[in-house]
């Protein structure tokens, strides 16, 4: 049964139509990514999610119960943390953890082992004591995720948490959301593909309101193939190299780069969807007298899957 | 609809009042203002009596509790952490009336130290506790309606000040409604009606010493009225 389970989802604002049907579905103990550039609605998404605002159609489903009409036991399974990561900032920090845990629904006798768990999970246990307004943007970042986990939700939605962190820092961020991944189902907005690649096992991708694309990164890789590409390294008369390559079945496009090598020549060759030229290339350079130094498949990276799949439009 | 919620938001936003010199401000000119309009009574016309003071609770209250309301939702809605408390398993009432009693307490922490007035008035003279206690009364209810009216209207506004100045000017209007002044210019048949919603009307029929069920009545279902759409205006975006 999905955990997370999203169905033609429509959001109008007064004068934007923000999200324009999305579906997706998120498994029980599964971190995905959602993934897409500004404005494209990843925030609106979990808004809905979190039942902070009504979508103006479709259907949205958290751990079996509907966002709009049981709200109330939608958030007590969730552990939301909104972009910005909102904070009271005259508050101390435990007095948040507190605040928070008791709107929660923690029992009271629970509520300090709580606090100090995540305090110590998240590593702000020596600011407790701290107004929170007083401590650093890497310490706030972490207040937000430990008060999102107080009541040891089941799933947890994380709308850019490492936004303004330094790399120090990130690394850290993105090291907890893994670990807790180990037990929660998380989704993670980010518009950093890098972060999603490290820390997600899927990616779901999102442009202008509709969703572009989901899976592995391996599967994103292999359905946007058509990206691979080919770099051939060959000794010999670079005209007659570069006519032989181009004559070749099942490729595209050939381009060419210098390498150090003396009196050899780079190629860059981008293949045909769902081609595989590589023995057939090895084979026409060398029947033809040349010699091929080098062939290495690059594969499509995240990055201009991405930028394929958001600029299409 | 829990308490434990609703206790839960009322300590915290009591405690963010003491944090910020607001509150402390608050009760300066509260209680400097209310000591000068009582002892200047009692200097000019010589009688230790409190219906001077009372008279201009409401003016001072004007002045007041909009800074009192101001920031209960404007604040929370400008920093982003109304999501915080509205994806929390809270229900819209919960958060309302957490805010409400809160701002209740606070006014009625002022009142309870302005009881020194009462004090001094038993060892110079023998007051009149009835009006004492019917002025006391009064101000609760019309500082509860007052409130309500305020957080309702911190619920529309983002800024703190354009909900300190809506809050003020709606309640001078509702409050002067009532008034001789105002209810020569309009309509025979709608003087029933701006004397009924006249917050002023019904607070000096209750100053007058005589508990009337329509003031209580009254005051009650504004209160209601405006936290109701208080809850309202929350509930409007989980809406389709
Ligand atoms: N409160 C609002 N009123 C009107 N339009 C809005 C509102 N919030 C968002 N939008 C619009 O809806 C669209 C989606 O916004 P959303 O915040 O969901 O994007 P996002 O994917 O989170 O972007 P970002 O990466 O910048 O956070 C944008 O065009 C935005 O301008
Ligand atoms: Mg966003």
């Known amino acids: 049964m999905n955990t997370i389970r999203v169905r033609n989802l429509r959001k109008k604002y007064s004068n934007t139509e923000a999200l324009k049907g999305v579906s997706f579905e998120v498994d029980k103990g599964e971190i995905v990514g959602f993934l897409g550039p500004n404005g494209a609605g990843k925030t609106t998404t979990m808004k809905i999610l979190s039942c902070f605002m009504a979508a103006s159609s479709g259907e949205a489903t958290v751990a079996g119960h509907d966002c709009f009409t049981h709200p109330l036991l939608v958030q007590q399974k969730l552990g939301y943390l909104p972009e910005n990561n909102p904070l009271y900032p005259d508050m101390k920090v435990y007095e948040y953890l507190r605040y928070m ?213 | 609809m829990k308490f434990r919620h609703i206790n839960t938001i009322m300590q915290k936003e009591l405690q963010g009042y003491f944090n910020s010199p607001l509150a402390y401000i608050f009760m300066a000119v509260f209680l400097v203002f209310t000591s000068w309009a009582f002892f200047r009574g009692v200097f000019l016309a010589g009688q230790a009596a409190m219906r001077g003071y009372f008279a201009l609770l409401p003016w001072v209250f004007l002045l007041l509790i909009p800074a009192i309301t101001m920031r209960q939702f404007s604040e929370e809605r400008k920093m982003g952490t109304m999501e915080v408390l509205l994806t929390a398993p809270v229900t819209p009432w919960e958060a309302v009336l957490g805010k409400f009693f809160a701002s209740f307490s606070f006014l009625l922490m002022n009142l309870i130290f302005s009881l020194i007035i009462p004090a001094i008035l038993f060892i110079i003279g023998w007051p009149d506790w009835g009006t004492i206690a019917a002025g006391y009364l009064g101000a609760l209810f019309l500082g509860a309606a007052y409130l309500a009216i305020g957080l309702f209207i911190s619920s529309l506004a983002d800024s703190q000040i354009i909900s300190f100045i809506l809050s003020a000017v709606f309640i001078f209007a509702l409050f002067i409604i009532g008034d001789d002044a105002v209810l020569r210019a309009v309509p025979l048949s709608l003087v029933p009606i701006f004397k009924f919603l006249g917050l002023g009307v019904h607070f000096s029929s209750i100053l007058r010493g005589v508990l009337d069920s329509r003031d209580v009545v009254y005051y009650a279902l504004l209160v209601f009225l405006f936290l109701h759409l208080t809850v309202a205006n929350i509930h409007n975006r989980r809406w389709r």
């Open chain 1, 101 to 313: 845990a008791e709107l929660h629904n923690v029992p009271s006798r629970h509520i300090k082992d709580r606090i100090k768990k995540v305090a110590e999970d998240c590593g702000f246990a020596e600011k407790i004591d701290h107004v929170i307004h007083n401590l650093s943007k890497g310490y706030r970042q972490r207040i937000g995720l430990g008060a999102t986990l107080v009541h040891d939700p089941e799933i947890l939605i994380l709308d850019e948490p490492t936004v303004g962190l330094d790399p120090n820092q990130i690394v850290e961020i993105r090291g907890l959301i893994k670990k807790l991944g180990r037990e929660k189902t998380v989704i993670l907005c980010s518009h950093v593909l890098t972060e999603v690649e490290m820390t997600c096992n899927r990616i779901v991708i999102i442009d202008q309101g509709i969703i572009a694309a989901s899976g592995t990164a391996a599967e994103l890789r292999h359905t946007f193939d058509a990206h691979v590409k080919l770099k051939v390294v060959i000794r010999g008369e670079q005209a007659k190299a570069l006519g032989i390559l181009t004559a070749i079945p099942g490729v595209k496009n050939t381009d060419t780069y210098s390498v150090r090598e003396k009196g050899a020549y780079g190629f860059v060759i981008t293949v045909a969807r769902n081609r595989d030229p590589r023995p057939e290339i090895s084979r026409i350079v060398i029947e033809n007298g040349l010699q091929l130094l080098e062939i290495h498949r690059e594969l499509a990276s995240l990055e201009s899957i991405f930028n394929q799949v958001t600029t299409a439009s």
